[in-house]
């Protein structure tokens, strides 16, 4: 589903639900980046910059598990695994979200 919500233009996904800055964990190399998250419509978008470009990938949340985790480095975290098993998003954002 990460390759279907790829190179989505920022601007047609206005009005957004909500949006702001997460961490993302990588999916083959597992390192965390920031990126700019966007939700519209039930599905996620993340792009490298805020407010700007294209979607790197996304995901839909009908169907996904969501669990929140927590360890030494990413105490705000939120796993979610989309419809697609091989697939689980790691996220983290970075506070406590209020």
Do not use: I
Request: aromatic content about 12%; charged content about 30%.
């Amino acid at each position: 589903m990460s390759q279907d919500l790829k190179g989505v233009n920022y601007d047609t996904l206005l009005p957004a639900d909500k949006e702001g800055w997460l961490y993302k964990e990588g999916g083959s190399r597992h390192n965390w980046k920031r990126r700019w998250f966007v939700l519209h419509s039930g599905s996620v978008f993340y792009f490298k910059s805020q407010r700007q470009g294209l979607s790197q990938g996304g995901f839909n949340l009908e169907g996904a598990k969501l669990r929140r985790c927590s360890g030494p480095k990413r105490e705000y975290g939120l796993s979610v695994e989309t419809h697609n098993p091989e697939r689980v998003y790691e996220l983290d954002c970075g506070s406590e979200v209020t």
